[in-house]
């Protein structure tokens, strides 16, 4: 019980030498989770032999441009950049606003066999994703979108992690107080939920972006399967292309290409990483 006090302390609660080693705890974790992007980094700024050096390189050099150019030459990494950044982006709007739509209906209204529904989109997440690429690709080939973007968009723009989440956020989040009074004032179902529960579950929708963005946009599996022309090749593939024997691994220009393919990602947590904290801590701490 006592360790249980301690951590449920807050930091101006613990003492000098007790705030000094939270605070340690926490810079210490910093480091540790920065420390490979770091040397990332490093290693994209040197030579390919950087990689080898003992003990480990950690000075940052001067040749990112020349291992850099060497992927321009090998790649067209801009062009995969934007492919991801479309196909990310599409998939993470259609995700939050269809999730965000059943979550609000499973949460908020009475249907004959909802709980059934419920349960089966819950039932899906058990189901290894590896076992409806062949269903999916047959379905994409039917519709002759293979080595099109639609074959990337159009299977991810809902989930069941999306509705689940969705759904437990609006349950507690949203009063139904509200709703209702809504429903009083003349608002149609749209408008109260446009109007009223967007506003409150807006962290929710951030989070599930977020997460659904880098998921997308780290996907190489599919990509892989249906994508034939490199113009369609999403960064994932592109960074794949890099990888070839004939000549030795180029770590320094793998590594520079990875750090830049992994910008876009820092760019979009940084931008929303205030409502992914209030969504991923909304009801850790109760009032």
């Known amino acids: 019980m006592s360790t249980l006090r301690i951590f449920r302390k807050k930091p101006d609660d613990l003492g000098f030498f007790g705030k000094l080693g939270f605070y340690f705890l926490l810079i210490l974790g910093a ?7 770091y040397w990332m980094f490093v290693v994209g700024t040197n030579d390919k032999g950087a990689v080898f050096h003992k003990p480990p390189l950690l000075t940052i050099g001067d040749q990112f441009f020349d291992n850099f150019s060497r992927v321009l030459e090998r790649s067209d990494i801009f062009l995969a950049l934007g492919n991801s950044l479309f196909v990310s982006s599409m998939v993470t709007i259609s995700v939050v606003f269809f999730c965000t739509l059943a979550g609000y209906a499973f949460a908020k209204y009475e249907f004959p066999l909802k709980n059934m529904l419920f349960v089966f989109v819950i ?7 590896q076992l409806g ?3 999916t690709y047959v379905i994409m080939s039917k519709l002759h979108w293979i080595d099109s973007f639609k074959a990337l968009i159009v299977p991810a723009m809902v989930n069941a992690f999306g509705i689940f989440w969705m759904r437990q956020y609006i349950s507690s989040a949203v009063p139904t107080e ?8 003349g ?4 408008r109260i939920f446009w109007k009223i529960a967007v506003p409150v579950i807006t962290p929710a929708m951030a989070t599930l972006g977020i997460l659904n963005f880098m998921t997308v946009w780290n996907d190489f599996f599919w990509p892989l399967v249906v994508l034939k022309n490199k113009e369609h090749f999403t960064i994932q593939i592109a960074l794949q292309q890099l990888f070839s024997a004939r000549d030795g691994l180029d770590y320094g220009m793998i590594m520079s290409a990875t750090f830049t393919a992994t910008l876009p990602l820092l760019v979009v947590f940084l931008f929303f990483s205030r409502w992914v904290i209030a969504g991923l801590t909304s009801g850790a701490i109760k009032s």
């Open 133 to 135: 690429v062949i269903p």
């Open 187 to 190: 608002g149609g179902h749209f």
């Open 31 to 37: 480091l540790i989770s920065v420390f490979p992007f």
């Open 123 to 129: 039932a899906t997440l058990i189901v290894p994703q």
């Open 178 to 185: 509200l709703i209702e009074a809504g429903r009083i004032d």
